[in-house]
């Protein structure tokens, strides 16, 4: 272990309890002799003295603060502080998660999702924040920050330049699946979540907006993909943008029915798409229907054949 | 939006591969799917298909279950709908055979004694049509070559063990499958080429001249 990274963890641990009256030196001192004496891995050094200062200054485990992390080198089952700039925000599909999406710093981007009894204020999009004594979580292989009531979140004025992780992608596959959280959808106009008889789950009775959306799945047969569709692009494939669809659901007195037009009109059919990336979920510029020429894809296949 | 679970890809197989499976893989662990193995080696457990609906019976009056058939190049998939099917039990009311249907469907062998009966559970259904269904055999005799391929290299050493598929057997119906798939583009082809000209030739009646002496270059007039 070079001298700086030896320092970095010095000062790491330092900042996490010089308020309460833990010099420099002491931390030094102790790291160095489990560190170079006894050889101790360095988390297990690290873990060590974190746990020894607590029980000798008599801290709480929840009133430390952990040292500022980057979200590059965050691994599952800590807790941590991150800066970081809020990218995304996602609808929930639980009443349970008050708020979800993505967060970034100079090294990366991660989910994020923060428990509805975690009574936090709401985080803005574009905006940046600290966000202390996050708990990092891993499910299926990707990590996540999730924000508990013991953490704490406070805007800061910084800007936080966010490593670019969105990928531009093109992809061919059916439209396997279109949820039920699709179609012609009134949203909250505080929070953007869809509101059923008028009523926000968060906010209540509120103001609400109309929009045409679709959450889908393409499938090529080896991968699949999640996908959000606008209004732009559904109208581009349907002919049915949010007019259309306003119409359509006022004849039947149903909005019901413009879900069940979209899927009559879309499942099952080949699309080439355009978007971003994220993770696993695409953002959909651009879409229309695969219309290959069939009888050069045939003699592709029958060249497989003999090769 | 965040997955709770993992979703299954939707597999491209032809029926007569799917019809030969035997045995199921997986569903050790609490969370882990369970998958239909086929004998070239595929591991399904959802399946998209774009064929022909050539039955559709309600198994028993009034059961609101109905019984169908889809077929393929290759032969055909039995089917069930029924309640637990919601989306695809609204859209099969509607949708009498024959008609082209695009199904995303998940893939169930059903033991019965010493009997195992390899069969479809539609999630939706939806009228298709041809240019989607040609291509969906295109997409499929791939998918079916690359598997015959990895048996070929001894790849997957569970399902030669299982089922010895006969190969060549498998590589035939592709190839019938595609060369029926050629024939029926070459026609279609001369036949948009005999109406093209026919429509031509009946345009030229109506205006009195030819059509291709349209074409002049400009360059041979002078302003
Ligand atoms: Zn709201």
Same mark, same amino acid.
């Given at each position: 272990?070079? =001298?700086?990274?030896?320092?970095?963890?010095?000062?790491?641990?330092?900042?996490?309890?010089?308020?309460?009256?833990?010099?420099?030196?002491?931390?030094?001192?102790?790291?160095?002799?489990? %560190? /170079?004496? /006894?050889?101790?891995?360095?988390?297990?050094?690290?873990?060590?003295?974190?746990?020894?200062?607590? #029980?000798?200054?008599?801290?709480?485990?929840?009133?430390?603060?952990?040292?500022?992390?980057?979200?590059?080198?965050?691994?599952?089952? #800590?807790?941590?502080?991150?800066?970081?700039?809020?990218?995304?925000?996602?609808?929930?599909?639980?009443?349970?998660?008050?708020? +979800? !999406?993505?967060?970034?710093?100079?090294?990366?981007?991660?989910?994020?999702?923060?428990?509805?009894?975690?009574?936090? +204020?709401?985080? =803005?999009?574009?905006?940046?924040?600290? /966000?202390?004594?996050?708990?990092?979580?891993?499910?299926?292989?990707? #990590?996540?920050?999730?924000?508990?009531?013991?953490?704490?979140?406070?805007?800061?004025?910084?800007?936080?330049?966010?490593?670019?992780? %969105?990928?531009?992608? =093109?992809?061919?596959?059916?439209?396997?699946?279109?949820?039920?959280?699709?179609?012609?959808?009134?949203?909250?106009?505080?929070?953007?979540?869809?509101?059923?008889?008028?009523?926000?789950? =968060?906010?209540?009775?509120?103001?609400?907006?109309?929009?045409?959306?679709?959450?889908?799945?393409?499938?090529?047969?080896?991968?699949?993909?999640?996908?959000?569709?606008?209004?732009?692009?559904?109208?581009?494939?349907?002919?049915?943008?949010?007019?259309?669809?306003?119409?359509?659901?006022?004849?039947?007195?149903?909005?019901?029915?413009?879900?069940?037009?979209?899927?009559?009109?879309?499942? !099952?059919?080949?699309?080439?798409?355009?978007?971003?990336?994220?993770?696993?979920?695409? +953002?959909?510029?651009?879409?229309? /229907?695969?219309?290959?020429?069939?009888?050069?894809?045939?003699?592709?296949?029958? #060249?497989?054949?003999?090769? | 939006?965040?997955?709770?679970?993992?979703?299954?890809?939707?597999?491209?197989?032809?029926?007569?591969?799917?019809?030969?499976?035997?045995?199921?893989?997986?569903?050790?662990?609490?969370?882990?799917?369970?998958?239909?193995?086929?004998?070239?080696?595929?591991?399904?457990?959802?399946?998209?298909?774009?064929?022909?609906?050539?039955?559709?019976?309600?198994?028993?009056? @009034?059961?609101? &279950?109905?019984?169908?058939? *889809?077929?393929?190049?290759?032969?055909?998939?039995?089917?069930?709908?029924?309640?637990?099917?919601?989306?695809?039990? @609204?859209?099969?009311? @509607?949708?009498?055979?024959?008609?082209?249907?695009?199904?995303?469907?998940?893939?169930?062998?059903?033991?019965?004694?010493?009997?195992?009966?390899?069969?479809?559970?539609?999630?939706?259904?939806?009228?298709?049509?041809?240019?989607?269904?040609?291509?969906?055999?295109? $997409?499929?005799?791939?998918?079916?070559?690359?598997?015959?391929?990895?048996?070929?290299?001894?790849?997957?050493?569970?399902? *030669?063990?299982?089922?010895?598929?006969?190969?060549?057997?498998?590589?035939?119906?592709?190839?019938?499958?595609? &060369?029926?798939?050629?024939?029926?583009?070459?026609?279609?082809?001369? $036949?948009?080429?005999?109406?093209?000209? $026919?429509?031509?030739?009946?345009?030229?009646?109506?205006?009195?001249?030819?059509? @291709?002496?349209? *074409?002049?270059?400009?360059?041979?007039?002078?302003?």
């Amino acid at each position: 272990m070079d =001298e700086n990274r030896f320092q970095r963890m010095v000062e790491d641990i330092y900042e996490m309890f010089k308020s309460y009256g833990v010099t420099k030196k002491e931390i030094e001192t102790r790291l160095r002799l489990l %560190l /170079f004496e /006894f050889k101790v891995p360095e988390e297990e050094a690290r873990r060590t003295i974190i746990n020894g200062l607590r #029980k000798n200054y008599n801290i709480p485990r929840v009133d430390l603060k952990p040292a500022l992390a980057k979200i590059s080198e965050i691994e599952p089952n #800590k807790w941590v502080s991150l800066k970081a700039k809020v990218i995304q925000l996602w609808e929930p599909n639980s009443p349970i998660i008050s708020q +979800t !999406g993505l967060i970034g710093d100079e090294t990366g981007i991660t989910r994020f999702v923060v428990w509805a009894k975690a009574n936090k +204020t709401r985080l =803005e999009e574009g905006k940046c924040y600290l /966000f202390e004594k996050v708990v990092i979580d891993e499910f299926m292989g990707i #990590k996540s920050v999730k924000v508990t009531s013991a953490s704490e979140i406070r805007e800061i004025d910084e800007q936080i330049e966010v490593k670019e992780e %969105l990928r531009e992608l =093109e992809v061919v596959g059916a439209l396997v699946s279109i949820q039920q959280n699709s179609g012609l959808l009134q949203v909250c106009k505080i929070c953007g979540r869809t509101v059923k008889a008028g009523t926000c789950m =968060e906010h209540g009775k509120v103001e609400t907006t109309d929009v045409l959306r679709i959450r889908g799945v393409l499938d090529d047969g080896e991968k699949i993909y999640d996908l959000i569709l606008d209004e732009k692009v559904i109208s581009s494939l349907t002919g049915m943008g949010l007019k259309e669809a306003r119409k359509l659901a006022e004849e039947h007195l149903d909005r019901g029915v413009v879900l069940l037009e979209l899927k009559k009109r879309l499942l !099952g059919k080949y699309l080439k798409v355009k978007g971003e990336i994220r993770f696993r979920m695409l +953002t959909v510029t651009s879409a229309e /229907f695969y219309r290959p020429k069939i009888l050069e894809e045939v003699e592709k296949a029958l #060249k497989e054949v003999e090769a | 939006m965040i997955r709770t679970t993992k979703r299954e890809v939707a597999r491209r197989v032809f029926s007569k591969e799917f019809n030969a499976s035997k045995f199921k893989v997986g569903g050790e662990g609490e969370k882990e799917a369970v998958y239909v193995l086929t004998p070239l080696g595929l591991r399904c457990n959802r399946l998209f298909i774009v064929g022909v609906l050539l039955e559709k019976d309600e198994v028993r009056p @009034d059961s609101d &279950m109905w019984r169908i058939r *889809i077929s393929d190049p290759t032969g055909s998939f039995l089917g069930f709908v029924s309640k637990f099917q919601p989306d695809a039990l @609204d859209s099969i009311a @509607d949708i009498n055979p024959p008609e082209i249907v695009a199904v995303t469907a998940k893939a169930k062998l059903l033991q019965r004694d010493d009997r195992v009966l390899p069969l479809i559970r539609p999630e939706n259904i939806n009228i298709s049509d041809f240019e989607t269904r040609d291509y969906w055999i295109i $997409e499929t005799a791939r998918a079916t070559l690359r598997r015959i391929k990895a048996i070929e290299k001894g790849d997957d050493k569970l399902a *030669i063990e299982k089922y010895h598929p006969n190969i060549e057997e498998y590589r035939k119906a592709v190839i019938e499958a595609l &060369m029926r798939l050629k024939e029926e583009q070459a026609i279609l082809e001369e $036949e948009r080429l005999e109406e093209k000209k $026919e429509r031509k030739e009946e345009e030229e009646k109506d205006l009195g001249f030819k059509l @291709d002496e349209e *074409i002049i270059d400009l360059s041979d007039f002078e302003i």
